[in-house]
């Protein structure tokens, strides 16, 4: 296939990656034909600790220049693809950045984040993280940052939210949110997943869901076939529609295990957790072989296509749904509020 | 009765007071018996607010000294008895100022801290806050500073916090906890008192109950009269037991209108929230005439005799339980394992 396959004419967008990025990796996603990347900097980090990973980015879009810009809207990600490089989506994969201050959902804003985690495997002060043994949905706190990611134009993300708290968070959010990073829960069972009914509130709402490459969310974990991972993406199509479902590969590269220490236990544990791991089996899970890099998108297209997907098809898989879902999602309410209200006058 | 009651010789341990301290106030609380009170220090202060407000007392210690001296351990309490002075017990209303690290919790143990909630009306990181609408119990997280907290000798007091996760840090915690300021639930329906299933689980794990004086907390709020609140003790020592039953007036004095509002809303919402008053009701609530200042203690003492307790039972109430349970509860555990590994050898 990969003759006929010509990359460079596709259109990819990665719904989240954990790199320890240099120069070298974001060539290689350049040559994988990789548009845009919603990245994760931050887990555990307080908010200086967030400004600080904000401001490495910010280094990076000077020194790196050539290499990546910076997406606040998504006509950066298509300004991105005319100059050959990837657009940089910051994202944070938990509420931490935030503390307990509601004005910092706009500061962050402003500081170009578009996407944040309302909780990340526990409790946070938003939601309850899909480890926890019970899960007390939205809080109080929670509601206001809810409507304060409303009005600013940052994406909620509940992927490693637990599920009354998603299902609640799908329901109060007056615009459509996402799971960056997760699998259906009937292709693997994990506390990670999600489950049908989640998938189901999510799609009629209008959100996405980022199909996940990382080995703990993929039947049979290092070993998943292409085949079954595409075949996947197909039956979540028919559960979701075929507009709501991109890629969320999470894929991590480049991180030693003190890392992924820090990801499972932050700073909330002195003994560490395993998370999706065990004592014996602790570090990073291998990738599939045919999902290694960012070079092997390639793999995921023809396997979409042999799936049964038309091109067209495919193309909003790899990118093009994420794509609709950040032109509105980045943008303030009050932005969508004019474009609507002049809408209405000229029909009127 | 005032004739007979020699104030100077009652001893006096407010479980909790948040009072804009000066020299004058503290000067009324020496005259009215008191000899030690925790004070609030903390509502939704992070690390770096929480330890200003610890240095503000590291000078108010110097400064005031002839007035107030620092307890650490119990025994300080009955130093500050023996020279007139008032002993201040350090203590957070909330869980913010350990943030999301566990070794803070050592931290401030060693700044002076002794006494924390783990959550106050809303859901913190460790536990459910009284005002939620949903109660997810102890967190991940919440069980690790519980562990800490009982390794260090810091108190665990729950009384902001929801039921099933009052209960579940009962259960969890290795030590007796307390709930500092708080009424029973069948004195007054409120979202901040007690059940009876939560008073005798606290009793029957060796925990404190503060009364307290606070309106909001009162059958027929400011109008409450002495005799009901003697005889809610009353029945409330006839459940728990009467030497798990102290005073936690709760007592507020000298502050303004803008710091409630800062207790009920902190950072976390832009519109106030009203608490436990109302939008035409949003002040401070007028204290009852019998206990509106410390030097109203005598007050208490008196109608706790006409309730039907003896001199020796009201002694306990009124400072003696709250003194013997802070003579275990401020120590760290190794030095309760010392002190019982030696019991055993000289039993032996």
Redesign the interface.
Known sequence: MEEVLDIEKSFIIDGLQYVNWTPELLREAIRGGVNAIHVTIAY?E?TQEALVNIETWSQRFLEWGELVVPVRVAADILAAQQAGKIGIILGFQNS?PI?????KVEMMHERGVRIMQLSYN????QA?GC???????I????R?VIK?MNRVGMVIDMSHSAEESTVQAIEFSQRPIAITHANPSSFHEALRNKSDRVLRALSESGGMLGASLYPFHLHNGSDCSLEDFCNMIYETANLMGIDQIGIGSDLCLNWDYRTLEWMRS?????TP?FGEGSASDRDWPKQPDWFSSNLDFRNVIVGLLQAGFNQTEVDKIMGENWLNFFEHAFRPQSDLDIASSAMSESCG
């Open positions: 555990w307080n931490s503390e307990d201050d509601l004005r526990n409790q946070s002060l309850t480890y926890e043994k019970s899960d007390s949905g809080t109080r706190y929670g206001e304060e932050g700073k909330w544990a002195m957790d």
